[in-house]
Structures are given as structure tokens and as C-alpha cells.
């Protein structure tokens, strides 16, 4: 009877992983690509879901050994505001973006930002996501990223005889895809708003004052790490919006703010900043590990029972009981391990920067859960 609840508990936490599929990818394009010294290279930076989306950010490596970055353009992306204009450091070879789909993105593929590099020297190098997120637009700015795929290029030495003599000098140019123009994005005129921390429905929540009704808000909630998470609402027919804080944050302290936008994306300037603080040891936990985690609490909780009974009944059964606790802690400790491999699985994979510091949380929630639940069969055993 032990030996099969023992393969049960084992099976029930197999069956419990892995955490949780993700739908969305930012990748390059072209993926790879043979360019002469001089030319001039179109770079897209793209993403791919599968589900509806409102914000991406990230930031793009590229080989300084091979190329200069010219120039960027956000003309044709599927984000329509932008919660810092996208720039790129030529010393650095890198590029950023971060913004929003007012309204959100349906899902399917789309271009985020674009980049125009120029080969200067021969060589290989790769351009790479150092970072990336997308989130998706269901009010709790969950992170749906699953890939971030860069791109591997070559430069050559130009060959002077691979073009005639009498070509014109911007032959190199007419097959090259110009960078599109683009608007630049309205500066903030508008008052901004006013936020306070306030709960509805008994959960916390971020309350808005603002003079413009029916206007897009954007909520920016801030880590301490730097990891932003953003989520889109409305303001009412008085310019009031309550918006629930996400239940997908990570426990810890956030520095939230807001603006508004109308429809003609004229927007204010950010709201004051509030500092609120969130979480427990169990909002990290993500619901497969609470429901592996419930399972030995449950399983502890009858050991415990079931020990005090027969320990009440016959003190010579002290022995009895305390091999049933040694026996409970190593079915723990295996449980744990597949546990704490399974992250460490994930955080080995390319994940974003919100996902790799929610793992890391799991982690450690996991090895206090572990200390908890391990005292409490010593105690067991001692008694």
C-alpha cells in the first residue's frame, strides 16, 4: 500500500510538468545573408503569435566588426505608440524599441522595427536578441514569448570586376530596399493624469483621474530590476479609470505610473508615480508547481495524521513511525529535484527577461517550500 501511493505521488508529479506553453516569437529577417564591403543591408526585426498582443521590447545586437547601424525606422510596424522613440548605439552595435498596439494586435506576423546597416569590413558575425517580450493583450500583460531568433551574416571583399565598368554608381542602391518614411510620434501635450492604489472587488487596483474621457490608458508597472510590464484600458464618459493590478507580477516592490492617449494619439505627459508592493511566496508559484506543491502538503498532512494515530495507539510503534517520516522526506526530496530541474530546463532555454527573473522566483520559492516541509518531518522523526 506505501510502495503504491509512493508511485502515485512520483506519477502525479511527472504528469505535472512541464509549467506552461508560450505563443509568441521575435525573430530577424533576412536569417542570414552574403553582403560586399559598402553594401547596404535592410534588417527587420518581426514577431509571430498565435494570439491577440499589445506590447514588445527588446533589445538587438549586431557585429561591430562588420557592420556600422545608419539608421532606424519604425515606419510599418504593427506598435502605434511608442513608450521610448527606438534608438540604437553605433559604438555598441545595438538596437532598442519598446511600445504598444493601441487597441492590440490580433496575432499573426508583423514588423516591430526596422534597421539599416552598412558592411564596412569582411568577416561573420551574428545579430542577436539580448533581450525580448511580448505580451499579450489580456489585461494582465502576460509574458506569451517562446523564441527569440537572431540572424547570421557574412561581408566579402568587394570585387571590383563583378560590376561593368559603365554601370552607374547607384546601381548598389536600386537594389536596396530604402527605409520607409515614417511620422514621428506627437510629443506628450496633454495634462497628465493622477493615480492612487486603491482595491476593487477586494484586489488591488490602480485608480485614475484625468480631464479626457474615452482615452486609451497605458499603466506601466516597473520592477526593481528594470522589467516593465504594460497594460492598455479606458477611461470612462468622466476621464476615471480603475484598473486591476496584474495577478502575473512577480512579488516584489513596482513603480507604476500612467498616461493617456485619444484617438488621434495626441498623449500626456506620465502620471506622478506611485510605489506599490505585491505578491507572497505564493503568486510566484505558477499553477502546475501549486497544484505539485498543494499534492505535498496534502500528502504531509496525512502522514502527520496518520502517525499521531497509530503513535496514540501503541507507543512501540515509535519505530514504525519514524521510518514512515524517512520514507516521506526522500519521496520530498525526489519530488523537488524534478521540480527544480524542470526550471532549471527553462531558464537554459532563450527566454525573456520576465520569464527568466519569474523562474529564478520559482526556484527559490521551491527550496523554501523544501526547508518547510523537510522541518516538519524532522519533528516527526524527534518525536
Do not use: C
Not at 519604425?74 to 552595435?93: D, M, Q, R, T
Not at 532555454?349 to 527568466?356: I, P
Amino acid at each position: 500500500m506505501a510502495k503504491t501511493r509512493k508511485v502515485a505521488l512520483i506519477i502525479l508529479f511527472f504528469g505535472l510538468l512541464p509549467f506552461g506553453a508560450n505563443a509568441a516569437s521575435l525573430y530577424i529577417t533576412p536569417t542570414s545573408g552574403s553582403f560586399e564591403v559598402g553594401e547596404r543591408v535592410t534588417v527587420r526585426v518581426n514577431v509571430s503569435s498565435s494570439e491577440p498582443i499589445n506590447a514588445v521590447s527588446g533589445v538587438v545586437s549586431f557585429p561591430t566588426s562588420i557592420f556600422n547601424i545608419e539608421s532606424i525606422s519604425k515606419a510599418g510596424s504593427i506598435l502605434n505608440f511608442w513608450v521610448s522613440e527606438p534608438n540604437f548605439s553605433g559604438g555598441a552595435g545595438t538596437l532598442n524599441f519598446e511600445g504598444v498596439v493601441l487597441g492590440g494586435f490580433p496575432g499573426g506576423a508583423g514588423t516591430v522595427v526596422t534597421a539599416a546597416l552598412r558592411a564596412v569590413r569582411a568577416g561573420t558575425g551574428e545579430v542577436l536578441f539580448k533581450s525580448g517580450q511580448v505580451l499579450a493583450n489580456d489585461g494582465q500583460g502576460t509574458d506569451v514569448t517562446s523564441g527569440l531568433t537572431g540572424g547570421t551574416f557574412a561581408v566579402v571583399e568587394k570585387k571590383e570586376s563583378s560590376k561593368p565598368v559603365t554601370a552607374p554608381t547607384s546601381k548598389p542602391e536600386e537594389i536596396l530596399e530604402p527605409l520607409e518614411p515614417e511620422e514621428p510620434q506627437k510629443k506628450p501635450t496633454l495634462e497628465p493624469p493622477e493615480i492612487l492604489h486603491t482595491k476593487k472587488y477586494g484586489e488591488p487596483a490602480i485608480l485614475g483621474t484625468s480631464h479626457y474621457p474615452r482615452a486609451q490608458v497605458l499603466l506601466t508597472f516597473v520592477s526593481g530590476s528594470g522589467v516593465k510590464i504594460f497594460i492598455m484600458g479606458v477611461s470612462d464618459a468622466s476621464g476615471e479609470f480603475l484598473l486591476l493590478v496584474p495577478q502575473t507580477l512577480k512579488r516584489g516592490a513596482y513603480k507604476v505610473s500612467a498616461v493617456v492617449i485619444k484617438e488621434d494619439t495626441t498623449n500626456s505627459y506620465p502620471s506622478n508615480e506611485i510605489t506599490i508592493k505585491v505578491g507572497n511566496i505564493f503568486s510566484d508559484i505558477s499553477r502546475e508547481v501549486g497544484w505539485a506543491l498543494s499534492l505535498l502538503a496534502l500528502t504531509l498532512a496525512y502522514l502527520i495524521l496518520r502517525s499521531y494515530v497509530y503513535f496514540k495507539r501503541n507507543k512501540s510503534l515509535k519505530k514504525f513511525v519514524r521510518k514512515e517520516a524517512e520514507e516521506a522526506e526522500e519521496i520530498v526530496h525526489k519530488s523537488f529535484k524534478v521540480l527544480n530541474e524542470d526550471v532549471d530546463y527553462s531558464l537554459n532555454k532563450k527566454t525573456s527577461s520576465v520569464e527568466e527573473e519569474h523562474m529564478k522566483g520559482i526556484k527559490e520559492d521551491l527550496k523554501e517550500a523544501e526547508k518547510i516541509i523537510e522541518k516538519e518531518i524532522k519533528d516527526i522523526e524527534k518525536t
